[in-house]
């Protein structure tokens, strides 16, 4: 299994852009890289996947390094809303670790 | 759609009781799975399931049932409630190799 790593927690100011970063060095070429965020206790949410291209829907972009290594995360504006657990994942496995708490300051 | 559902939200079981945990979904998703949450920790992965009369051991199965007899619905049961089963437990569904989509979870707490 494709095994990955995060930072424990980062701060981040509102309004500003972040970037959280994540380590797949093990990720095989036909695993997806998924990220979800848990706010509080409730059910993880979906943000967005990718295979190897950069990603962006409404809610944030992905982008991908071209060995599949690592990726990152990007929240363009955040919001104090986007204070949550922001957990990468490579699918299929669906395993999750401890994810990054972030916190974001106003 | 409902989306993913959950029963009960909370349960109180004493050490030996069984029960069962309930879940549901309405968008025809074969594949679905269940987490559980303990404080501070990722989801792990109890059971999961990619079709009706289909299910297998995710990592750390014992001391959980799980069947699949219709697409919608996928219950876990716990044989004899352990304090060490105290946890938050969450469904998800997706269709195959897709994205997976949350239930609310249950809060589960064994004395």
């Known amino acids: 299994d494709a095994k990955t790593t995060q930072p424990p927690s980062m701060d981040c100011a509102e309004g500003r852009a972040a970037n959280l970063p994540c380590n797949h060095s093990t990720i095989s070429g036909n695993e997806y890289v998924y990220w979800y965020r848990q706010i509080h206790s409730q059910g993880p949410q979906y943000i967005i996947h990718g295979l190897k291209n950069n990603e962006t829907n409404e809610m944030a972009s992905l982008i991908i390094t071209e060995d599949r290594k690592s990726s990152t995360l990007i929240l363009p504006h955040a919001t104090l809303r986007d204070t949550a657990v922001y957990y990468c994942?490579?699918?299929?496995?669906?395993?999750f670790g401890a994810g990054t708490r972030l916190t974001v300051k106003p | 759609n409902a989306g993913v559902t959950q029963t009960p939200k909370f349960q109180v079981l004493k050490t030996g009781q069984s029960m069962t945990l309930q879940c549901a979904q309405d968008?025809?998703?074969?594949?679905m799975s269940w987490y559980r949450q303990d404080p501070g920790m990722g989801l792990r992965l109890i059971h999961y399931?990619?079709?009706?009369?289909?299910?297998d051991q995710g990592e750390v199965p014992n001391g959980y049932n799980v069947s699949r007899s219709t697409t919608e619905d996928f219950p876990l049961r716990l044989l004899s409630a352990a304090p060490s089963q105290t946890s938050v437990y969450f469904c998800?569904?997706?269709?195959?190799?897709?994205?997976?989509?949350f239930g609310p979870g249950t809060r589960l707490l064994v004395l």
């Open positions: 994942i490579v699918r299929p496995r669906m395993r």
């Open positions: 968008m025809n998703h074969e594949y």
């Open positions: 399931s990619v079709g009706a009369g289909i299910t």
């Open positions: 998800a569904s997706s269709r195959l190799q897709e994205t997976q989509y």
